[in-house]
């Protein structure tokens, strides 16, 4: 597991988070731009859903 800072994608409206957890299935052989993009966008979407609002994939 490793640790993201989350200071880029502003503040939460629901005050500090110590831990936040995200799983991504993807296929074996898909690419790593593809994967990268995969994570950026499931990062975001897991970020809004605890209240960064601000959150975008050009942050991270």
């Known amino acids: 597991m490793r ?3 989350l200071t880029a994608l502003s ?3 629901r005050g500090p988070r110590s831990k936040l957890v995200v799983t991504i299935t ?3 052989a898909m690419g790593r731009r ?3 993009n995969l994570l ?3 990062l975001v979407f897991m970020a809004r859903q605890f209240g ?3 959150a975008e994939a050009d942050l991270l």
Do not use: I, N
């Open 26 to 28: 993807a296929a074996p």
């Open 3 to 5: 640790s993201l800072g």
């Open 40 to 42: 950026r966008e499931a």
């Open 52 to 54: 960064y609002v601000d």
């Open 34 to 36: 593809k994967r990268q």
């Open 11 to 13: 503040t939460s409206d």
